[in-house]
């Protein structure tokens, strides 16, 4: 909660997309909260909160103004960096709520090696046995059973 209320005093001086871009991710949150089951919902938020660290780091090094006078706008910009700074405890323990839900990462790629998985599909190249042989014909006229 710090992270969002950070966020929300840092809008005060940096407005439109970094704005936008927080209260989405405080939206995301709420939502993976309330959905305490959902694995889409908490996968959904963690990637958006690595998207809006690189995000926060990029607008706030461009828009920030060395020569803000106004103490709101010191402060402003001030929990704008505390939520900066904050955000990777929370994916942190974020990440932890994603793998208790039963979240696992996927990497399909080759510099990992070859993946293990097995499914129906076979190559043309194969000589191996399919993993579930298609069953029988089954038998059309009156006394079949149709759905």
């Not at 499914?119 to 059973?145: H, K, L, N, W």
Request: hydrophobic share 45%; glycine share 10%; charged share 15%.
């Amino acid at each position: 909660m710090v992270v969002a209320a950070a966020s929300c005093r840092g809008s005060i001086v940096f407005g439109g997309p970094y704005s936008w871009a927080n209260f989405t991710i405080l939206a995301l949150g709420v939502w993976a909260v309330a959905q305490r089951d959902s694995v889409d919902a908490i996968s959904m938020f963690l990637g958006g909160l690595l998207a809006t660290i690189l995000l926060d780091i990029i607008h706030i090094s461009i828009f920030y103004q060395w020569n803000v006078v106004s103490a709101t706008g010191r402060f402003s910009a001030g929990m704008a960096i505390l939520s900066l700074l904050l955000k990777p405890l929370s994916c942190f323990l974020v990440h932890h709520m994603y793998r208790e839900r039963g979240g696992e990462l996927h990497f399909h790629s080759d510099f990992l090696g070859p993946s293990q998985e097995r499914s129906a599909y076979q190559t043309i190249d194969s000589t191996a046995e399919p993993a579930e042989p298609v069953s029988g014909f089954e038998p059309r006229g009156p006394d079949a059973r149709g759905y």
